[in-house]
Nanobody
Framework: QVQLVEFGGGLVQAGGSLRLSCAAS????????MAWYRQAPGKQRELVAR???????DYADSVKDRFSISRDNTKTTVYLQMNSLKPEDTAVYYC?????????WGQGTQVTVSS
């Protein structure tokens, strides 16, 4: 099992920045993909960004050039730097880890961007 805990959500004005962190613990494979998803009220959960254990990254078109995903050298913590935030970025952000063909999720952290 893998446990994921997110930190860093909150309220920010449009144009501001936030940094989310997600710490993984438990039985962590050296080969995995860590990602951030988000879900706004009344909408489906969507992929925001992901990073593989080799460091390859992928972003949703809506956040390219504004968000940046990274992970630490132990590969147990993933970060999401969010710049130039917009009201439409308001959502619950979930950390996700994929390994062994399984998906593990954090509890989510609220990000609210005021206009």
């Amino acid at each position: 099992q893998v446990q994921l805990v997110e930190f860093g959500g909150g309220l920010v004005q449009a144009g501001g920045s936030l940094r989310l962190s997600c710490a993984a613990s438990g039985s962590i494979s050296s080969i995995n993909v860590m990602a951030w998803y988000r879900q706004a009220p009344g909408k489906q959960r969507e992929l925001v960004a992901r990073i593989t254990s080799s460091g390859s990254t992928d972003y949703a078109d809506s956040v390219k050039d504004r968000f940046s995903i990274s992970r630490d050298n132990t590969k147990t913590t993933v970060y999401l730097q969010m710049n130039s935030l917009k009201p439409e970025d308001t959502a619950v952000y979930y950390c996700n880890q994929q390994q062994w063909g399984l998906n593990f999720w954090g509890q989510g952290t609220q990000v609210t961007v005021s206009s």
